[in-house]
C-alpha cells in the first residue's frame, strides 16, 4: 500500500491542473513542471496547426510542434483522430528524463524521446486517459507523439534518427 504526504498530495493535484507534460529532476526523481521560453509563432492557436515536414530514412511524417508551455500543457489533448503519419514534436530547453502522462488524452499513442542529435533514446507505448507517468529511461530533448503503433509499424527504433528542420527562434 502507497502512502502520500498531505503536501504531495496537494501538490501533484495542483501540477494535474496545470501540465500533461513534466520533466523529471534526476535528483529527485519527483515530477516538476517543465517550463519552455521559445517563441509559439510556429503552431499557432488556430484550428489548422502548422506541420513542419520530417522523416525517419525513407518514412515521411508531418509534425506539429509544442514549443509553448500552453502548447506543451494542452498537446494532443482531447482530440478524437489524427492523421496517420501526423504526430506532435514536444520542444524542451535542455536535455533532461522527460515524464508524459494521458490525462484528457482520448488516443492511444506512443512515444519517442529523442535526444539533442535527434536520435531516439527511447520508446512507450502509452493508453488513453492514463494518468500514469511515463518517464524516459534516458535524458531527452525532444518528444514525439504519434499514433500508437506506428514506430513499430515503420520498423523505427531506438538510434534512429528524425530529420527536421526546426524554424529559428526569433532574436
Known amino acids: 500500500m502507497l502512502h502520500f504526504s498531505t503536501g504531495l498530495v496537494l501538490g501533484l493535484s495542483a501540477l494535474s491542473i496545470f501540465t500533461a507534460c513534466v520533466s523529471v529532476d534526476a535528483r529527485s526523481q519527483q515530477a516538476v513542471p517543465s517550463p519552455t521560453s521559445l517563441p509559439t509563432s510556429v503552431a499557432s492557436a488556430s484550428a489548422s496547426p502548422v506541420l513542419l515536414p520530417a522523416r525517419f530514412g525513407e518514412v515521411a511524417l508531418q509534425v506539429e510542434l509544442a514549443r509553448s508551455d500552453q502548447e506543451q500543457q494542452k498537446g494532443l489533448m482531447f482530440r478524437k483522430s489524427m492523421p496517420a503519419d501526423q504526430g506532435m514534436l514536444f520542444v524542451f530547453e535542455k536535455e533532461q528524463r522527460l515524464g508524459f502522462w494521458m490525462k484528457n488524452t482520448y488516443l492511444p499513442l506512443s512515444i519517442a524521446f529523442l535526444n539533442s542529435a535527434f536520435k531516439i533514446v527511447d520508446i512507450q507505448d502509452m493508453m488513453p486517459l492514463d494518468e500514469n507517468t511515463h518517464v524516459s529511461l534516458s535524458p531527452a530533448l525532444y518528444a514525439l507523439e504519434m499514433n500508437q503503433g506506428w514506430f513499430r509499424q515503420h520498423n ?9 528542420r526546426l524554424p529559428a527562434e526569433p532574436s
Open 156 to 164: 523505427i527504433e531506438v538510434g534512429a534518427k528524425l530529420e527536421i
